[in-house]
């Protein structure tokens, strides 16, 4: 198979299919070419043999054998039978064209077709080719005297020449189908492409942060209709991981600026007056706590940030998730694990994501609970529900409002050395799968949180 040089293969696509299409119409344009005019040349022959035997019978016709020596009859045409007619006596000759004398080429090939006896026709090549026939004359079937055949012969000059104007007429035709096609061809690929040509077009023009244009426009081909949910999906991950960026910023920067005001505050102090040993060393411990804190912050929201980034997105049973994360925390026989509902409860989020939102809920609780924390999960069509139930001294009304505020905590003195982002992590990745977390406040004592997610 011959390929094209790299230098001469289209560059574009729709130039490919093009001289794909092309290259499949041409041998498919040969082949018919070939074979119809093979059936054309066998038809003209056929032709030509019809008009020689026909010729032939009209000959034999005159031809008496009941006497001895055979006589032909005189007809009022007889000019025209004798043209480029030879009658044999057996293997004598009795007439032959003027045309063709004895010895010549044609006469010796008469000679030679009349000896086979018969119906039977050959080609005599070598200039204008010549086909003759022969036919035999008389009463076939006598054994007192040998057979009488006629020999007629015809120049095919005009019928190789119909043959020559099938062809050149056929590949003509061709070249213009073949240019035809290739033209219709580039149209049609060119139109269905152009779907194509304008949404790279709104992929240039259109900002991935900001803009809410959607590729996967109704009304098109099917084909393009899925790609253009493709480059919804991915578009809408791009979206998500430049919102989690946006928010990891705000985040660091909110929770750095007071750590970082800090050490701002107590550098100055330590430049604008001299202080005493125990004062310099207040001072530096200050400094040192807020570096640790700073850093704490950076390790905790990082951390999320890069698990949030490995989460893609999935479908994960609920119930062996929890369970791990309980026996992981050591506080299996502490975590009363319930279902609502009935069969496995599946959640449209990976297992790691799932993981990552319960988690803080999960550690509070612990944290806060007297004797029992219970993790309850409620199956529903659309949607998952999994709460977290404590007995614990729940939380101070006044510190609602902030409880999913990063880096705020209802009691920094609770002995818990967190920088008060796990809620907040919790809440902005739920967000990201198409869930929530929120607090509800309806227990006499202790605190609910419930997360919801999408049904796997």
Not at 116 to 131: E, I, K, Q, S, W
Not at 210 to 236: H, I, M, Y
């Given at each position: 198979?011959?390929?094209?040089?790299?230098?001469?293969?289209?560059?574009t696509?729709?130039?490919?299919?093009?001289?794909?299409?092309?290259?499949?119409?041409?041998?498919l344009?040969?082949?018919?070419?070939?074979?119809?005019?093979?059936?054309?040349?066998?038809?003209?022959?056929?032709?030509?043999?019809?008009?020689?035997?026909?010729?032939?019978a009209?000959?034999?016709?005159?031809?008496?054998?009941?006497?001895?020596?055979?006589?032909?009859?005189?007809?009022?045409d007889?000019a025209?039978?004798?043209?480029?007619?030879?009658?044999?006596?057996?293997t004598?000759?009795?007439?032959?064209?003027?045309?063709a004398?004895?010895?010549?080429?044609?006469?010796?090939?008469?000679?030679?077709?009349?000896?086979?006896?018969?119906?039977?026709?050959?080609?005599?090549?070598?200039?204008?080719?010549?086909r003759?026939?022969?036919?035999?004359?008389?009463?076939?079937?006598?054994?007192?005297?040998?057979a009488?055949?006629?020999?007629?012969?015809?120049?095919?000059?005009?019928?190789?020449?119909?043959?020559?104007?099938l062809?050149?007429?056929?590949?003509?035709l061709?070249?213009?189908?073949?240019?035809?096609?290739?033209?219709?061809?580039?149209?049609?690929?060119?139109?269905?492409?152009r779907?194509?040509?304008?949404?790279?077009?709104?992929?240039?023009?259109?900002?991935?942060?900001?803009?809410?244009?959607?590729?996967?426009?109704?009304g098109?081909?099917?084909?393009l209709?899925?790609l253009?949910?493709?480059?919804?999906?991915?578009?809408?991950?791009?979206?998500?991981?430049?919102?989690?960026?946006?928010?990891?910023?705000?985040?660091?920067?909110?929770?750095?600026?007071?750590?970082l005001?800090?050490?701002?505050?107590?550098?100055?102090?330590?430049?604008?007056?001299?202080?005493?040993?125990?004062?310099?060393?207040?001072?530096?411990?200050?400094?040192?706590d807020?570096a640790?804190?700073?850093?704490?912050?950076?390790?905790?929201?990082?951390?999320?940030?890069?698990?949030?980034?490995?989460?893609?997105?999935?479908?994960?049973?609920?119930?062996?998730?929890?369970?791990?994360?309980?026996?992981?925390?050591?506080?299996?026989?502490?975590?009363?694990?319930?279902?609502?509902?009935?069969?496995?409860?599946?959640?449209?989020?990976?297992?790691?994501?799932?993981?990552?939102?319960?988690?803080?809920?999960?550690?509070?609780?612990?944290?806060?609970?007297?004797?029992?924390?219970?993790?309850?999960?409620?199956?529903?069509?659309?949607?998952?529900?999994?709460?977290?139930l404590?007995?614990?001294?729940?939380?101070?009304?006044?510190?609602?409002?902030?409880?999913?505020?990063?880096?705020?905590?209802?009691?920094?003195?609770?002995?818990h050395?967190?920088a008060?982002?796990?809620?907040?992590?919790?809440?902005?990745?739920?967000?990201?799968?198409?869930?929530?977390?929120?607090?509800?406040?309806?227990?006499?004592?202790?605190?609910?949180?419930?997360?919801?997610?999408?049904?796997?």
């Amino acid at each position: 198979m011959t390929v094209l040089p790299r230098r001469l293969r289209p560059r574009t696509l729709r130039g490919r299919l093009s001289l794909i299409t092309l290259a499949a119409a041409a041998l498919l344009m040969i082949i018919l070419t070939v074979v119809f005019n093979a059936v054309a040349r066998v038809h003209l022959r056929h032709q030509a043999d019809d008009e020689l035997r026909t010729r032939a019978a009209a000959v034999a016709a005159t031809v008496d054998t009941r006497h001895v020596p055979m006589r032909v009859m005189e007809m009022p045409d007889d000019a025209l039978f004798d043209t480029n007619v030879w009658i044999f006596d057996g293997t004598r000759l009795i007439e032959h064209p003027a045309s063709a004398p004895v010895g010549s080429r044609l006469s010796q090939a008469a000679v030679r077709l009349a000896a086979l006896h018969g119906l039977r026709c050959v080609t005599v090549a070598g200039g204008d080719p010549v086909r003759l026939c022969s036919a035999p004359a008389g009463d076939a079937r006598s054994r007192t005297r040998p057979a009488a055949a006629v020999v007629t012969a015809l120049d095919l000059s005009p019928y190789q020449a119909s043959a020559d104007t099938l062809l050149a007429g056929s590949l003509a035709l061709d070249g213009a189908v073949l240019a035809c096609m290739y033209g219709l061809t580039r149209l049609a690929v060119g139109r269905a492409l152009r779907p194509v040509g304008e949404m790279t077009e709104q992929a240039t023009r259109w900002s991935a942060a900001a803009s809410q244009e959607r590729f996967g426009a109704p009304g098109g081909p099917t084909e393009l209709a899925r790609l253009g949910v493709s480059l919804d999906a991915l578009l809408d991950r791009i979206r998500a991981v430049l919102r989690h960026e946006q928010q990891l910023t705000r985040e660091l920067s909110h929770e750095l600026r007071t750590p970082l005001a800090r050490v701002v505050a107590e550098v100055d102090w330590l430049q604008a007056r001299p202080r005493s040993g125990p004062d310099t060393r207040a001072a530096h411990a200050v400094i040192a706590d807020a570096a640790r804190s700073m850093g704490t912050i950076c390790d905790t929201l990082l951390a999320d940030a890069r698990d949030a980034a490995r989460t893609a997105p999935g479908t994960t049973p609920v119930m062996p998730v929890l369970r791990r994360l309980a026996n992981r925390r050591g506080a299996a026989a502490k975590v009363a694990l319930t279902v609502h509902g009935g069969g496995t409860v599946v959640a449209g989020v990976s297992a790691a994501l799932l993981e990552r939102i319960v988690s803080p809920l999960v550690d509070n609780a612990l944290r806060h609970a007297r004797t029992q924390v219970t993790v309850r999960v409620v199956k529903d069509t659309h949607r998952v529900r999994v709460e977290v139930l404590d007995d614990g001294p729940g939380v101070p009304v006044s510190f609602v409002p902030h409880l999913f505020e990063p880096g705020r905590r209802a009691d920094p003195g609770d002995g818990h050395h967190g920088a008060g982002l796990g809620l907040p992590l919790a809440r902005r990745l739920a967000r990201s799968a198409g869930g929530d977390v929120h607090f509800e406040p309806r227990l006499p004592s202790g605190a609910r949180f419930a997360v919801t997610l999408p049904a796997g």
